[in-house]
């Protein structure tokens, strides 16, 4: 009997808890410092940015914690997300191994970020907050967000990073049609924005100026709090409604992969997908290899250090350590967005120092390829974002028509691209550039990391 090729699971399938994996790792993640104090922080510490229930679920130690009903019911506008056997690419590659894609276009703002903008917006609600501030880099956070927000009757400000406000109006305009207010960043409005702007009036941004934007008037008004996309691990968890999803689905087809991939911005869709089947691993059912793939022009992971520094760029978060590339860093303009940030998860900088999985870094133009290569086969089109899980799905998948390996690869198509074609275009025509970022870079941006 031939296997489907979309593997969907009923309504009644979607996850009834999100999976903490702070409960099954071997030691914890170092904790954050108070920027000024250089102590731990506490929940005091965090409570003017974020609602207790989030500040709970970021220390939380329990393997999983329910989602709330009023959760799951936004939830069914989109779970659970199929996931797709990729039999035209794979026959495209002539290859033999099998390619499984969790495909996340499916939510409204056509990414996996609704899995946390969700639960963030209803748990603020829940505490009486009236208003949501964030940053956002390609806009997919602030859309996420901004539909959230629309869910729970909240008001929603979002800073998005100049150079995606420019490139990409369409996003915008999504969150504005779901009601969020939407800056330009460096804006004048913020005393952070201010200060860049005097220096440059021409910055393109970057999400670390961007945060210090939205958490400095997050901090400044009673009834208003921050909400962070990624990086965080009460992200993460909620993400993790995804592996759970797909452990579910490949067993439903009788598969165990062999690799997991991902690409990691500040990690969230890649710690969503794998999680779960990392849980697996560690007691010995499954043993697929995890890799993690980030941008060679933002490689955070490959080429930066693993160190305390602050979360943005004015030096307001707590610092948290992590796989950084300064927080002064500047990345070049890449059209993947959502992997310009100079950090990296604490809690997957921790587990890669630790060994759980590995990671590689992929310029933009081999990414693009694999992106229409991908496309023309499968149909969808996907994000910038996924297309670096993508190359590397595809370079595997064409070692393996190399070594004769039938390897069942599981890659997180996190977001569709289709306000993303000004980016194609560049590709199609012929003037995309790529960005190998000079040693040098690298060490004039750690050059200024705090001193801990
Ligand atoms: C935001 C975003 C990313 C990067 O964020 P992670 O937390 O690393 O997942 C990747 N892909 C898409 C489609 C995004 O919207």
Redesign the pocket.
């Known amino acids: 009997m031939s296997k489907p090729t979309k593997i969907v699971l009923d309504e009644s399938r979607i996850p009834r808890n999100w999976y903490n994996v702070l409960a099954d790792l071997p030691s914890p993640p170092p904790p954050p410092l108070h920027p000024g104090t250089l102590q731990p922080v506490g929940p005091d510490d965090l409570a003017p940015l974020f609602p207790m229930p989030l500040i709970e679920q970021e220390v939380s130690t329990e393997r999983f914690i329910p989602i709330p009903e009023e959760v799951l019911d936004v939830y069914r506008l989109w779970r659970p997300t199929p996931l797709i056997r990729a039999r035209r690419l794979e026959r495209a590659l002539g290859t033999p191994a099998r390619i499984y894609y969790k495909y996340e276009g499916t939510s409204p703002a056509g ?3 609704p899995n946390t903008a969700v639960p963030q917006a209803f748990y603020n609600a829940q505490q009486g907050i009236r208003r949501l501030t964030t940053e956002t880099g ?1 806009g ?2 602030g859309s996420a967000l901004s539909f959230a927000c629309a869910q729970y009757g909240l008001d929603c400000e979002v800073w998005m990073v100049r150079a995606s406000y420019d490139q990409k109006p369409y996003r915008k305009l999504l969150m504005q049609v779901w009601g969020a207010t939407v800056h330009a960043s460096p804006s004048p409005v913020t005393e952070a924005g201010r200060k860049v702007l005097a220096d440059d009036p021409d910055s393109p941004g970057s999400l670390g100026i961007a945060i210090s934007e939205a958490v400095e008037v997050a901090a400044q008004h009673e009834d208003t709090r921050y909400a962070l ?2 990086v965080l691990n009460h992200v993460l968890l909620h993400q993790t409604v995804i592996g759970e999803e797909a452990l579910e689905q490949l067993a439903a087809v009788g598969e165990t992969p062999d690799l997991i991939v991902g ?8 710690g969503g997908l794998a999680f779960p089947f990392l849980r697996e691993k560690l007691v010995g059912r499954m043993n697929p290899e995890i890799r993690a793939v980030e941008p060679a022009a933002c490689p955070s992971f490959t080429k930066g250090v693993y160190a305390y520094d602050y979360g943005d760029t004015a030096g307001l978060t707590p610092l948290m350590k992590m796989h950084t590339l300064g927080h002064d860093f500047v990345p070049d303009p890449i059209h993947a967005g ?2 310009r940030y100079h950090g990296m998860s604490p809690l997957l900088s921790h587990m890669y120092e630790l060994g759980l999985f590995t990671a590689v870094a992929r310029t933009q133009t081999e990414c693009f390829e694999a992106g229409v290569r991908f496309a023309r086969a499968e149909g969808i089109v996907p ?1 910038p ?2 297309t670096h899980a993508l190359a590397e799905t595809i370079a595997e998948a064409l070692r393996c028509k190399e070594t004769g390996e039938e390897k069942v690869i599981v890659t997180a198509l ?2 569709h691209g289709h306000f993303d074609l000004a980016a194609y275009d560049r590709y199609l025509s012929g003037a995309m550039e790529d960005f190998e970022l000079p040693q040098e870079r690298i060490e004039a941006a750690l050059a200024h990391l705090p001193k801990v």
Not at 263 to 270: A, E, I, L, P, Q
């Open positions: 990414s996996h970020k390609a997919q956070w996309g990624s690409c990691t911005g500040g990690g969230s869709n890649f959502g992997l994000a974002e996924p996190c977001g």
